[in-house]
C-alpha cells in the first residue's frame, strides 16, 4: 500500500504536466473545496438561526405549564423541585387578552407572575431580574413591539380586556394597568406579550389561578420530565410541554436546514463528478505507464490502490482545505454579510428581528462532512481505478 500511496503521489505531478486533465482535475478539486466550505457555512448559519430563535422564544414560552385544579400540596412541590433537571419553580398563568388604548386594539397574551417569578426570567433578552423585581400591583411591562403598535410609553395607561368564564357564558371584564416599563425578546412575541404581578388580578377581583411555570436546564427535557411527574399528579392537574405549542416551528426549522444541507451538497456531487473525468483521463494518458508498472510485476489490485490513494490524497487535501475555509465563513458570516449590505446597498435582515448573522459552527458538522467528502472522494476514485487495474499491457505498449 505504501508503494500505491508514493506512486499516487508522483502521478499526482501530471496535475501540471498532462495534456488538457489538469485543468479538469484543478477545477473538481477547486469544487471539492468549495463545495464542502458553502455546505458548511450553510449549516453554521442555519444553526445559528435555530439556536438564536430557540433561546429567544423559550426565554419567554414555559418550558413546562403546570396546570392545576386546585392548590397543590407543599410536598408535591418538594418533590417536583427535588428534580436535578429542574431550574426555576414559581406561580404563573397565562390568558389571551386585548389590549386597548386610546382608539387602537392589539390582541395579545398577559403572563400573571406570582411570589419568585424573576428566578424564571434569566435575563440577557426579555425583560431584565430588576424590572420584574420592581413591577408593583397595577402595573404591566409591554413587549416594545406592542407597546409601539398602541402608541404607550411607561406611565400611560393600558385596559386589558380579560375574558371570564360565568357558568355557561363568557364574558370580557377590564383590568386598567399602568405601563411601568417595555422589554424585548427580539422576536414576535414583543408583539403580543405583557406581564403583570398576580396581586393586579386578584385586587380587581378576579378568581386565583393554580397554575405554575417550570424552567429546565434543558429544554428539551420538557416531554421527557411531563411523561415522568404527569401520572403522579392524577387529576390535579396536567403538565403542558413548550413542543406543544412550538415544536411544529422547530422541526420545520430542522427540515429547512437538512433541506438547504442537502441542496449546496449538490455541489460537492458536480465536483465529484469532475473528478471521476479527470481520473479516468489520466487513467487514459499514463496508460502506457500503467502497462509499464504489470510487465515489471505490479498487480491489478496493486494499480487499482494507486488510483485509490489519489482520491485519498484528493479528498482528505479537499475536505481539510474545505473545512478551513467552512470555518472561515462561518465564524466571519456577520462581517461578510454586512460587506455584501455595504456593496448592494441593500439590507439582507431587513424586516426581521435579527441585527446580524447569526452563526453557530459545530464541531459535529466539520466532523459528518469532512468524513463523507472523503469517503465519497474514495467512491468516486473507484470507477478509474477499476479501469486502470483493466488496462491490458501488450496492447498499451504496442
Not at 385596559?159 to 424585548?184: I, K, M, N, Y
Not at 415544536?247 to 438547504?260: D, K, P, S, W, Y
Request: charged share 15%.
Amino acid at each position: 500500500m505504501r508503494l500505491s500511496l508514493w506512486l499516487g503521489w508522483r502521478f499526482l505531478g501530471a496535475l501540471g504536466q498532462g495534456r488538457g486533465w489538469s485543468l479538469l482535475a484543478t477545477l473538481s478539486v477547486t469544487g471539492l473545496v468549495l463545495g464542502v466550505a458553502a455546505l458548511l457555512a450553510v449549516l453554521s448559519v442555519m444553526r445559528g438561526f435555530q439556536e438564536t430563535l430557540q433561546d429567544r422564544l423559550l426565554s419567554a414560552t414555559p418550558h413546562l405549564l403546570l396546570e392545576a385544579h386546585a392548590p397543590l400540596r407543599r410536598e408535591r412541590l418538594e418533590a417536583l423541585g427535588a428534580d436535578s433537571r429542574l431550574q426555576a419553580l414559581a406561580p404563573f398563568a397565562a390568558t389571551p387578552v386585548l389590549f386597548s388604548a386610546g382608539s387602537s386594539a392589539q390582541a395579545g397574551e398577559l403572563q400573571v407572575l406570582g411570589a419568585g417569578a424573576e428566578a424564571l426570567f434569566p435575563g440577557g433578552t426579555g425583560p431584565t431580574p430588576a424590572a420584574l423585581a420592581s413591577l408593583e400591583p397595577g402595573e404591566v411591562l409591554l413587549g416594545r413591539s406592542l407597546a409601539a403598535r398602541l402608541g404607550l410609553f411607561p406611565g400611560d395607561r393600558v385596559s386589558v380586556l380579560v375574558p371570564e368564564a360565568a357558568g355557561e357564558t363568557l364574558r370580557v371584564r377590564a383590568l386598567p394597568l399602568q405601563v411601568r416599563d417595555v422589554f424585548t425578546y427580539g422576536a414576535e412575541v414583543d408583539q403580543t406579550l405583557a406581564l403583570t404581578r398576580a396581586e393586579s388580578l386578584t385586587a380587581a377581583g378576579f378568581p386565583p389561578r393554580y397554575s405554575w411555570r417550570l424552567t429546565l436546564t434543558d429544554p428539551r427535557e420538557a416531554p421527557a420530565f411531563a411523561q415522568r411527574w404527569g401520572p403522579q399528579l392524577g387529576d390535579a392537574g396536567h403538565f403542558v410541554p413548550w413542543t406543544e405549542r412550538f415544536g411544529a416551528l422547530f422541526e420545520a426549522v430542522t427540515l429547512e436546514r437538512r433541506m438547504m444541507g442537502l441542496v449546496v451538497g449538490l455541489i460537492i456531487a458536480v465536483a465529484l463528478f469532475n473528478l471521476v473525468a479527470s481520473l479516468t483521463r489520466l487513467v487514459e494518458e499514463k496508460r502506457g505507464a500503467i502497462a509499464m508498472l504489470m510487465t515489471q510485476g505490479a498487480s491489478r489490485r496493486q494499480v487499482a490502490q494507486l488510483f485509490l490513494a489519489q482520491g485519498v490524497v484528493l479528498g482528505v487535501a479537499g475536505s481539510a482545505l474545505g473545512a478551513a475555509l467552512g470555518y472561515l465563513l462561518a465564524e466571519n458570516a456577520g462581517a461578510f454579510l454586512a460587506l455584501a449590505e455595504q456593496l448592494f446597498s441593500f439590507s439582507f435582515l431587513g424586516g426581521t428581528y435579527f441585527q446580524s448573522l447569526p452563526s453557530a459552527p459545530a464541531a459535529e458538522d466539520f466532523l459528518t462532512v469532512g468524513l463523507a467528502a472523503c469517503a465519497a472522494t474514495v467512491f468516486a476514485a473507484a470507477y478509474p481505478a477499476w479501469r486502470a487495474s483493466q488496462v491490458l499491457p501488450a496492447r498499451a505498449l504496442h
